[in-house]
């Protein structure tokens, strides 16, 4: 069994920790090869890799990023993509790929599965939002990192009876924001999935504000939006991968809370500090389970599936399945345990 790696997509706490325990298992209970593709399918199409064995692995559990690097380059955005995978599969005579990514690269894996080469899924990012499975790695470790976080702001938001608006990762769902905002007791979460009243927002901290001296903490996720035609929000644009740019809702909501309210407000964006550093240790038994599964999946003949977590259990889904949607936020759990606190 030869079998090819690469980490696709946005970077997540725990990538390293997946590649390991796919070449321990592939190597030690198959005594088969892995070769690590660099740079995602950059690596693929350009034939730039490097053997993985035990001995490369050694070390990476405990480590952020990817000891292969990531981008979001896929083969369709290119003519002649696909056959240079096709080409790549002969030249390392692999059995097939095992693409670690989010649900852009899954989905580019299941057109490359719909158009012949062997390819098995891992879900993998921080906003876990991919379908077919409960949790993805890297997710606790971003809300550990927001929750520390905001533990920190309440101190100097009670401090200077302020105002603290909080912006987490979060483009299309707010898994983040809502988890990290119910660990840390935060004031209000606003997330994509439920678009937000300003005016019932600055009313609810006029009001909490009023008398008494208030510190309020306010998680926004970055893709959060208001009620059309209440607050403008600038449009950045796309990138180059046609991903909307996102970033600045943060500082328009307080603005418009300072406006509305009089009370002073400040913002802080964790940014790129929730993908960073060292994973959880919830994240590396989770990527260490999904990384075994693909290899025994892939030493089974299991192309065409994304192994998942669901109930506790590792399972197999069809790539197909778990593609072209993302998984929004548990809503009761929003109405249950973030809503009643709105601002109370
Ligand atoms: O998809 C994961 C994610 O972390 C999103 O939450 C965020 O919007 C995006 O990646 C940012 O990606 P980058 O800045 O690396 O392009």
């Known amino acids: 069994m030869r079998i090819g790696v690469l980490t696709s997509g946005g970077d997540c706490p725990g990538l390293n920790a997946v590649i390991r325990a796919l070449v321990r298992v592939v190597e030690r209970t198959h ?163 439920v678009p937000f009243d300003i005016d019932e927002v600055a009313e609810a901290l006029r009001r909490r504000h009023a008398g008494l001296s208030f510190a309020s903490i306010v998680v926004v996720a970055e893709g959060a939006e208001p009620l059309p035609g209440t607050l403008e929000v600038p449009d950045h644009g796309v990138d180059e991968f046609g991903h909307q740019r996102l970033g600045g809702i943060s500082q328009v909501l307080a603005d418009a809370i300072e406006d509305r309210t009089g009370i002073e407000t400040r913002v802080t964006i964790l940014g790129h500090v929730q993908r960073g550093g060292s994973p959880t240790a919830f994240d590396r038994v989770l990527a260490t389970r999904l990384g075994a599964a693909a290899a025994e999946a892939a030493a089974s003949g299991s192309w065409g599936v994304m192994v998942g977590l669901q109930a506790d259990r590792i399972v197999e889904v069809p790539l197909g399945e778990v593609t072209k949607r993302r998984k929004p936020i548990d809503l009761e759990l929003y109405e249950r345990v973030a809503r009643p606190f709105f601002a109370s």
Request: hydrophobic content about 40%; some cysteine.
């Open 31 to 193: 005594g088969g090869s892995v070769v690590g593709f660099r740079n995602a399918w950059q690596g693929v199409l350009e034939d730039d890799w490097e053997v993985l064995d035990v001995a490369r692995c050694r070390g990476i559990l405990p480590r952020g990023g990817t000891i292969i690097g990531t981008s979001r380059i896929q083969p369709y955005s290119r003519p002649d993509g696909v056959d240079l995978v096709r080409r790549s599969v002969q030249r390392h005579s692999l059995d097939g790929f095992v693409v670690i990514g989010g649900e852009g690269s899954l989905s580019c894996a299941a057109d490359l599965v719909a158009d012949g080469v062997p390819c098995i899924g891992v879900p993998k990012t921080i906003d876990n939002d991919v379908v077919g499975t409960e949790l993805t790695f890297g997710f606790d470790t971003a809300v550990s990192i927001c929750t520390a976080a905001i533990d920190r702001l309440h101190t100097t938001a009670e401090a200077h009876d302020r105002v603290m608006v909080v912006e987490v990762m979060g483009r299309h769902v707010g898994h983040i924001a809502l988890r990290a905002g119910i660990a840390g007791g935060a004031t209000m979460v606003l997330v994509p999935e």
